[in-house]
T-cell receptor, first 113, second 113 residues
């Protein structure tokens, strides 16, 4: 079983709409989460990190973490065609001395003009 | 923003040959990483490197793999000998500290025939 699972696999939203992406860790040791975005032909770029319970907002992007359920979500309001990309959730442990990022399989977001 | 460069962008080699993938990390970053992404699958951690040493490696980092960064030049991933299952896109990343944002390069697509 993958340690970091994302849903949905793909998502289409109209321009100006809200996109909601989900991520769940199956390992309670993974408590630190990142959202990365990857445009075609490029490497992933970090959007934001979230390490504490609750919401974290950066511009049009809001991440929400629930450590009890190990669920993290990313909400993109006022979606733009340039937001069309592959979105990865990544988690890490830290406490055990491991700093590697464990990636989910991604959500392909398409924002339709 | 800070950029990580990877050379070459594509590499095609015959099975059993040696290949070296080059990464030019963000200047002043001290931590370096390699990830492997097979087409259609999630990105997987291979190794991280600091102060001339491997800090952590995954099961994917086979004995045929090695990394080094001689005298502040490129951070390299060497595979010798290559196998068919090494065909993938390899991403290099760097960060200024552990747990800090990892900046990714655009990847090197390796095809082993």
């Amino acid at each position: 079983q993958q340690k970091v699972q994302q849903s949905p696999e793909s998502l289409s939203v109209p321009e100006g709409g809200m996109a909601s992406l989900n991520c769940t860790s199956s390992d309670r040791n993974f408590q630190y989460f990142w959202w990365y975005r990857q445009h075609s032909g490029e490497g992933p770029k970090a959007l934001m990190s979230i390490f504490s319970d609750g919401d974290k907002k950066e511009g049009r992007f809001t991440a929400h973490l629930n450590k009890a359920s190990l669920h993290v979500s990313l909400h993109i309001r006022d979606s733009q065609p340039s937001d069309s990309a592959l979105y990865f959730c990544a988690a890490s442990e830290h406490d055990s001395g491991s700093w590697q990022l464990i990636f989910g399989s991604g959500t392909q977001l398409t924002v339709m003009p | 923003g800070p950029k990580v460069l990877q050379i070459p962008s594509h590499q095609i080699i015959d099975m059993g040959q040696m290949v070296t993938l080059n990464c030019d990390p963000v200047s002043n970053h001290l931590y370096f990483y390699w990830y492997k992404q097979i087409l259609g699958q999630q990105m997987e951690f291979l190794v991280n490197f600091y102060n001339g040493k491997v800090m952590e490696k995954s099961k994917l980092f086979k004995d045929q793999f090695s990394v080094e960064r001689p005298d502040g030049s490129y951070f390299t991933l060497k595979i010798q000998p290559t196998a068919l299952e090494d065909s993938a896109v390899y991403f290099c990343a760097s960060s200024s500290g552990l747990g800090y944002e990892q900046y990714f390069g655009p990847g090197t697509r390796l095809t082993v025939l």
